[in-house]
């Protein structure tokens, strides 16, 4: 097969960083190409080259065996590159057709002419499965229709070649499929696709042939019907990769919290959950599986002392009948790893050693008579970035200037730091790459180990059963369960989470 | 009888007095929406009673007076885009410097050069402009029709840039540009240039309101005659949710409750005047509670755009 789109000798160099080395792949018409590596192994840099937003150092990149250097997403696009971005680049406030259209020259020369363009993005609505009006505001979709938008603004400018950046980060596992499916039909029309994933799901559903990355260059590529899953997850990392495993045998301690029919509702909204008794022992991790939005964000914050119940009660044995409350949790020995990281857990312009003080200065030592002490902020800071391979250039950089899987390492680093009891842990790996999942997973079961206990809420049914002992199911406003993992099947939870 | 001959004046004269609000609120609206703040409408809009004044005398026209009243707006506002968007300086602190500024140089200006010589020159005013039949009707072309162009000019920018942001494809891209400049720049559209153009239109505007307030409402300049009306342009654009029709509308209001307070005070002598030259902004803190609830800004109003990149 002939390349429709071929890089040669990609290199780019930025201070300090040599992001991209010496890059070559090809993409042939029809053809499903993964790019596939973990956080910070050159991925973005090599998509933002084809897209037309970085200008390589050395290097070339040819469409049908042409040279050519597009120096802006519109040259870009002219060219017949489309991109979907992993954070969409739309409008909310805008119809879906207006998004589509949007800086195009098709949407008209001054005059917008809405009819002119309406059948053409009629027929893309229809061969993508969107179900909504193309007068929708995009803000009313959910993710999986904002992505198929994303899509249809790119072939809407004729793309021949489709990059998309993470695109199952965010969806749902019937969204996946459908977005699979997409990726085939278009192969099938002759689009080349570009897919840049960290997930090895994503390779083996819909992908032909895959380049591995590391460290800014490419360190393999394979046909993936000729391969096994492991030697792509050596060829990933590096090396083997030691999963944490689950120790069993010891013995679960007394109740850290007791939760006695709890119900639970956003201020002034309606009741999202009720009915919740369980208990939280010490030495356990106890897994809330579901589908996002069933009540686990409520009941986490419940449990960090930000929510208060609407009826029932929460105990907590290290209160000893003290009203809980956040700083009195925290202080307890309590640690939250909130789903939100940039609403709840970090302040992005402020350096790291500020955001380790945030949750600290409260503590014994970091304050006296009402007085910052930097010292032991700079010195847990450094112990944290060097315990959990946070990759930053310094302790005073702002902690929105680094990745989200380097924040959040600290973020999760912090919260361990004074979690002596008890760890609330919200989606504590998403978007995190396999090396840091796995790391992460093994602090979790460390904890537990050390005899504190561990509430997390995880929508990745392999997670709950690498890592948790028992495991809830929060659905349709109730929590079902308790119940010992080796109890239950993957199946009956899966079925529970639908039911 | 008087009632009619009363009300009648009152709403000619609203439709006046709301002319000057009416330009400038226009103008901010099309920098809002394309998510820049211009808190410096008052400075501006002093700069361009001043330089209309000055114009309009040196060139012996009011039109002359306009054009060189928006070259020095669009001079301003310039200054504003230059350091909220190639410099990312704060949109508010530009603004209040804008404020300053425009106030010191059309005071100093002014000293310099007409309001030196004792008795000021009389500008040329604008000539009324009757639409032939329409202006002669009873009630209806009193009220509408027996104006200066450019207070039919205010209302007809209102209809066209309602028109310009709805069926354009410049408008569709100014609309996105202020709602989310990331995306407006993944589509390949110039961010920093819809911006500036936005800017210095609404730089122009302001300050063509200012030319209307000296040359022809007032007849003359005197140090800080804008007084406030840059304040109530932005209020008007608030009140009327960032589209021109009904900032439009908010003008109009404002402009009647001026209208009414001055006719009040003749009409109440016996009450101090104070409490009616309140009127306007009584109206305008009004206004903006009731709307304040229900308000949804242009997502990127305010917030430089760093291209990631």
């Known amino acids: 097969m002939a390349a429709l789109l071929e890089l040669r000798g990609i290199t780019k160099r930025y201070p300090g960083v040599l992001a991209n080395d010496d890059?070559?792949?090809?993409?042939?018409?029809?053809?499903?190409?993964?790019?596939?590596?973990?956080?910070?192994?050159?991925?973005?840099?090599?998509?933002?080259?084809?897209?037309?937003?970085?200008?390589?150092?050395?290097?070339?990149?040819?469409?049908?065996?042409?040279?050519?250097?597009?120096?802006?997403?519109?040259?870009?696009?002219?060219?017949?590159?489309?991109?979907?971005?992993?954070?969409?680049?739309?409008?909310?406030?805008?119809?879906?057709?207006?998004?589509?259209?949007?800086?195009?020259?098709?949407?008209?020369?001054?005059?917008?002419?809405?009819?002119?363009?309406?059948?053409?993005?009629?027929?893309?609505?229809?061969?993508?499965?969107?179900?909504?009006?193309?007068?929708?505001?995009?803000?009313?979709?959910?993710?999986?229709?904002?992505?198929?938008?994303?899509?249809?603004?790119?072939?809407?400018?004729?793309?021949?070649?489709?990059?998309?950046?993470?695109?199952?980060?965010?969806?749902?596992?019937?969204?996946?499929?459908?977005?699979?499916?997409?990726?085939?039909?278009?192969?099938?029309?002759?689009?080349?696709?570009?897919?840049?994933?960290?997930?090895?799901?994503?390779?083996?559903?819909?992908?032909?042939?895959?380049?591995?990355?590391?460290?800014?260059?490419?360190?393999?590529?394979?046909?993936?019907?000729?391969?096994?899953?492991?030697?792509?997850?050596?060829?990933?990392?590096?090396?083997?990769?030691?999963?944490?495993?689950?120790?069993?045998?010891?013995?679960?301690?007394?109740?850290?919290?007791?939760?006695?029919?709890?119900?639970?509702?956003?201020?002034?909204?309606?009741?999202?959950?009720?009915?919740?008794?369980?208990?939280?022992?010490?030495?356990?991790?106890?897994?809330?599986?579901?589908?996002?939005?069933?009540?686990?964000?409520?009941?986490?914050?419940?449990?960090?002392?930000?929510?208060?119940?609407?009826?029932?009660?929460?105990?907590?044995?290290?209160?000893?009948?003290?009203?809980?409350?956040?700083?009195?949790?925290?202080?307890?020995?309590?640690?939250?790893?909130?789903?939100?990281?940039?609403?709840?857990?970090?302040?992005?312009?402020?350096?790291?050693?500020?955001?380790?003080?945030?949750?600290?200065?409260?503590?014994?030592?970091?304050?006296?008579?009402?007085?910052?002490?930097?010292?032991?902020?700079?010195?847990?800071?450094?112990?944290?970035?060097?315990?959990?391979?946070?990759?930053?250039?310094?302790?005073?950089?702002?902690?929105?200037?680094?990745?989200?899987?380097?924040?959040?390492?600290?973020?999760?680093?912090?919260?361990?730091?004074?979690?002596?009891?008890?760890?609330?842990?919200?989606?504590?790996?998403?978007?995190?790459?396999?090396?840091?999942?796995?790391?992460?997973?093994?602090?979790?079961?460390?904890?537990?180990?050390?005899?504190?206990?561990?509430?997390?809420?995880?929508?990745?049914?392999?997670?709950?059963?690498?890592?948790?002992?028992?495991?809830?199911?929060?659905?349709?406003?109730?929590?079902?369960?308790?119940?010992?993992?080796?109890?239950?099947?993957?199946?009956?939870?899966?079925?529970?989470?639908?039911? | 009888m008087i009632d009619t001959l009363f009300l009648v004046g009152l709403a000619a004269s609203a439709l006046r007095f709301a002319t000057p609000i009416l330009f400038a609120a226009l103008g901010e609206t099309m920098a809002q929406r394309s998510g820049v703040l211009n808190v410096g409408l008052e400075g501006i809009m002093l700069v361009g009673a001043f330089a209309g004044m000055v114009g309009a005398v040196w060139t012996g026209s009011p039109w002359g007076g306009l054009v060189i009243a928006m070259a020095c707006g669009m001079a301003l506002a310039g200054l504003h885009a230059l350091f909220c968007l190639t410099f990312r300086v704060d949109q508010i602190l530009s603004g209040i410097a804008l404020i300053v500024l425009g106030t010191g140089l059309s005071g100093f200006g002014w000293r310099l050069t007409l309001g030196g010589t004792g008795t000021p020159p009389k500008a040329p005013p604008f000539p009324r402009l009757d639409l032939p039949g329409l202006s002669d009707l009873p009630v209806v072309g009193q009220i509408l029709f027996q104006h200066q162009p450019m207070v039919y000019l205010g209302i007809a920018l209102a209809f066209a840039l309602a028109w310009f942001l709805r069926r354009t494809t410049w408008g569709l891209e100014i609309r996105a540009v202020g709602e989310n400049p990331a995306a407006a720049d993944a589509a390949g559209i110039g961010v920093l240039a819809r911006r500036y153009g936005c800017v210095l239109f609404g730089g122009a505007m302001a300050a063509a309101g200012g030319c209307y307030l000296s040359v022809s409402q007032v007849g003359g300049f005197v140090e800080n005659m804008v007084s406030g009306r840059g304040f109530i342009a932005i209020a008007c654009v608030v009140f009327g949710q960032w589209r021109p029709l009904r900032v439009l509308c908010a003008a109009l209001l404002f402009g009647a409750a001026e209208a009414a307070q001055i006719r009040l005070q003749l009409i109440a002598p016996h009450i101090p005047y104070q409490l009616f030259v309140m009127m306007p902004y009584v109206v305008a803190v009004a206004a903006l509670v009731v709307v304040a609830r229900s308000t949804r800004l242009p997502a990127a109003l305010g917030r430089p755009f760093v291209p990631d990149r």
């Open chain 1, 23 to 499: 890059v070559g792949l090809t993409v042939a018409a029809g053809e499903v190409v993964a790019v596939l590596g973990e956080n910070g192994a050159g991925k973005s840099t090599v998509m933002n080259v084809i897209a037309g937003l970085i200008r390589p150092d050395a290097g070339d990149m040819l469409i049908d065996g042409r040279p050519v250097r597009p120096r802006s997403p519109r040259e870009a696009a002219a060219l017949g590159v489309g991109m979907v971005h992993q954070h969409f680049k739309l409008v909310p406030t805008m119809t879906v057709a207006e998004n589509i259209v949007l800086g195009d020259y098709r949407a008209g020369r001054l005059l917008l002419r809405p009819a002119r363009n309406a059948a053409r993005i009629d027929g893309l609505c229809a061969e993508l499965g969107l179900a909504a009006a193309p007068g929708t505001p995009v803000g009313d979709l959910d993710l999986g229709a904002r992505q198929k938008v994303e899509i249809a603004k790119a072939l809407f400018r004729d793309a021949r070649i489709l990059i998309l950046d993470e695109p199952t980060a965010i969806l749902s596992r019937q969204e996946c499929d459908q977005l699979y499916e997409i990726i085939r039909r278009l192969a099938a029309r002759g689009v080349a696709v570009v897919l840049i994933s960290h997930k090895l799901d994503d390779v083996f559903a819909v992908c032909d042939r895959v380049y591995v990355m590391r460290g800014g260059r490419v360190v393999g590529e394979r046909r993936v019907a000729d391969t096994a899953r492991d030697d792509l997850v050596r060829l990933v990392v590096g090396g083997t990769l030691d999963l944490p495993r689950r120790r069993t045998g010891a013995a679960p301690g007394a109740p850290l919290v007791s939760v006695r029919d709890l119900a639970l509702r956003r201020p002034g909204g309606p009741i999202v959950l009720q009915d919740v008794s369980f208990d939280l022992r010490g030495g356990e991790v106890l897994a809330v599986a579901g589908v996002e939005g069933n009540g686990q964000a409520e009941l986490i914050e419940a449990l960090a002392g930000l929510l208060p119940p609407a009826t029932g009660r929460i105990d907590y044995g290290f209160l000893h009948g003290r009203r809980p409350d956040a700083r009195r949790l925290r202080q307890g020995g309590l640690g939250h790893v909130p789903g939100d990281r940039h609403g709840m857990a970090v302040l992005g312009d402020l350096s790291l050693e500020a955001n380790v003080m945030l949750t600290h200065f409260h503590m014994p030592g970091f304050a006296r008579a009402g007085l910052l002490r930097r010292q032991p902020a700079a010195s847990l800071t450094e112990g944290l970035i060097g315990r959990f391979e946070v990759r930053t250039p310094s302790t005073t950089t702002a902690i929105g200037r680094l990745s989200g899987g380097n924040q959040q390492k600290l973020v999760v680093g912090r919260e361990l730091n004074h979690a002596t009891r008890v760890l609330l842990a919200a989606h504590p790996t998403r978007g995190l790459d396999l090396r840091t999942i796995a790391f992460m997973q093994g602090q979790l079961l460390d904890h537990r180990d050390r005899g504190g206990a561990v509430l997390l809420v995880s929508s990745d049914l392999a997670e709950i059963w690498r890592v948790a002992d028992r495991v809830m199911v929060a659905a349709s406003g109730r929590l079902r369960g308790p119940v010992a993992i080796d109890e239950v099947t993957v199946e009956e939870v899966g079925s529970w989470m639908t039911a």
